[in-house]
């Protein structure tokens, strides 16, 4: 069975660019998660979608985005870069019930210069 | 607010030693507990889950749930060099689709 797919692995950016981040998660998961990780902060959550629809959001500036296709695939966005966004932004896909675990994927490196 | 604590670290132990890492919750209806492992540069992997008061245990490591206490924690016996990583826990509570994690214990097998 084929784990959570994101892509790109790497990107660089410059200042006040924008990018957009990629995931498809595993098959037969519908909930997909979205995660801002740096050494000082931990585990920062994005949000969080199912179904299409924004379902929980963290405390990120409107700056962040993301949207769900119909076939669960999932998307990112981060519009006029900070160099404090640089990071490694994780998805994690997990079954619709409140005690399944979330299983990540490799990640995208984000580097700001 | 919920806290999902954990000491950061780092957690030295000799190889063949028993490792235990602890975690403790604020929720009291957090439900479901998950143990994940990270490797420097990589992401989290899942490693157990527990549900239930007392013990699971999955080869080399065990996880202890105390709900009456609000902590849980994680034994890796024979800790081996490979095990050398950040252990992050993370705490779901009832009707949550989002779990709550803790900032991780890094932990250190030393030959």
């Known amino acids: 069975k084929a784990g959570v797919t994101q892509t790109p692995r790497y990107l660089i950016k410059t200042r006040g660019q924008q990018v957009t981040l990629s995931c498809s998660p595993i098959s037969g998961h519908r909930s997909v998660s979205w995660y801002q990780q740096t050494p000082g902060q931990g585990l920062q959550f994005l949000f969080e979608y199912f179904s299409e629809t924004q379902r929980n959001k963290g405390n990120f500036p409107g700056r962040f985005s993301g949207r769900q296709f119909s076939n669960s695939r999932s998307e990112m966005n981060v519009s006029t870069l900070e160099l404090g966004d640089s990071a490694l932004y994780l998805c994690a896909s997990s079954r619709d019930s409140d005690n399944q675990p979330q299983h990540f994927g490799d990640g995208t490196r984000l580097s700001i210069l | 607010q919920k806290e999902v604590e954990q000491n950061s670290g780092p957690l030295s132990v000799p190889e063949g030693a028993i490792a235990s890492l602890n975690c403790t919750y604020s929720?009291?209806?957090?439900?479901?507990f998950f143990w994940y492992r990270q490797y420097s540069g990589k992401s989290p992997e899942l490693i157990m889950s527990i549900y239930s008061n007392g013990d699971k245990e999955d080869g080399r490591f065990t996880a202890q749930l105390n709900k009456a206490s609000q902590y849980v924690s994680l034994l890796i016996r024979d800790s081996q060099p490979s095990d050398s990583a950040t252990y992050l826990c993370a705490v779901k509570s009832g009707g949550s689709y989002i779990p709550t994690f803790g900032r991780g214990t890094s932990l250190i097998v030393h030959p």
């Open positions: 929720d009291r209806g957090s439900q479901s």
